[in-house]
């Protein structure tokens, strides 16, 4: 474990190595949550009509429901495709992650394809990805593959960040009727109201084989971006097998409001009481029952655990189809 020197307003960054390769792109299945992002059907037509003019064959999936995009992508067959494609957001991404896990887990890796169609579409601007059809659908039929290492939360995948704190009950909390209305506005509202009404929490964090320490806040990194375009841990990378864990100690709610401050303007590299360390496992304790979803673990934008947790790397790696 070693202490990362921070930088508050760090540029966005590429995804560094990751042992680049390449695949013939044929067959796709796409996996499509409707609901994402306020419905952009136009731009997967648009993305699906550039793929299908690259001679690929694409078969769409809506979901129907949470929990499709993961049973459908673990019951893709690699002999009817060469790749999945996750149209929708960070929380459908994360569902088609979960389910290709299977697949990396037995030793026969299916590609992950992205058309980012959510409301901050965290990991795609995490590899580099615009909001064009034309280049999504490049990035997709190039067959380029990106290497990314994702951590897991109690056996649940993530590949962009896990919180636990304000950030986790804000997720937990958040009206997604709100969130179709108003965008990344209703988490805005959400982390206000829980301000205004969060008991103060304390959370056991251990690291590694090292000693518990007591925080008010914890943010597992796998990438750098946080949030929409936040930075938290500036030097995390998704191709890195390394946890960076983002360490908020002070609690109370003017240290909430403090942190919350020093995220969005970009200011906490200059906290003296913040820091980031890396580390390759992560246990966390703390409030449990008490009804206020203070024990609510949040990955990629979603509530995927419960505490206690144990955050460690997978064992795998997941090809990404990054152009
Ligand atoms: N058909 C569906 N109906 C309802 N919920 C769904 C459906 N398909 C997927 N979901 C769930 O909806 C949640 C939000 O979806 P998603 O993340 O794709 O879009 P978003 O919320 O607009 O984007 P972002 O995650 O970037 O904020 C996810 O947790 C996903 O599991």
């Known amino acids: 474990m070693r202490d990362t020197v921070l930088v508050g307003e760090s540029p966005a960054v590429g995804t560094g190595s990751g042992e680049d ?18 419905r952009r059907a136009r731009r997967l037509r648009a993305v699906v009509a550039r793929l299908e003019a690259h001679g690929i064959g694409v078969t ?66 995490e590899l580099g990805l615009t909001m064009d059809a034309e280049r999504i659908a490049t990035a997709i039929a190039g067959g380029r593959l990106t290497m990314i290492w994702p951590a897991q939360a109690n056996g649940r995948v993530f590949s962009l960040m896990a919180g636990v704190g304000l950030d986790a009950r804000v997720v937990e909390r958040v009206d997604p009727r709100v969130k179709r209305l108003i965008g990344k506005g209703a988490y805005v509202a959400e982390t206000l109201v829980q301000l205004a009404t969060r008991p103060d929490h304390r959370y056991r964090v251990t690291l590694d084989d090292g000693e518990a320490q007591e925080l008010a806040s914890v943010i597992v990194a796998k990438g750098h971006f946080y949030g929409g375009r936040f930075i938290c841990a500036p030097d ?54 008490d009804g206020l979803f203070a024990d609510a673990v949040q990955g990629d934008g979603d509530v995927l655990a419960r505490l206690p947790v144990e955050i460690t790397l997978t064992g795998w790696r997941l090809p990404v189809l990054a152009g």
């Open 60 to 125: 769409v999936r809506p979901t129907g429901r949470r929990g499709d995009a993961e049973e459908f992508a673990r019951a893709a067959d690699p002999a009817d495709v060469d790749a999945v494609v996750a149209a929708g957001g960070d929380g459908t991404i994360n569902e088609v992650i979960n389910g290709l896990a299977a697949h990396a887990e037995a030793g026969r890796p299916l590609p992950l394809g992205i058309v980012p169609m959510g409301t901050a579409n965290v990991l795609a601007a």
């Open 236 to 289: 995390a990378r998704l191709t890195e097998p390394e946890l960076h864990v983002c360490l908020f100690p002070r609690g109370g709610r003017l240290n909430a409001l403090r942190y919350v401050w020093g995220v969005t303007a970009g200011r906490l590299s200059r906290f003296p009481d913040y820091r980031v360390v890396t580390a390759r496992r992560v246990r966390i304790e703390g409030p449990a029952g």
């Open 21 to 38: 390769a390449a695949i013939d792109v044929r067959r796709l299945l796409m996996i499509h949550n409707p609901t994402a992002g306020g």
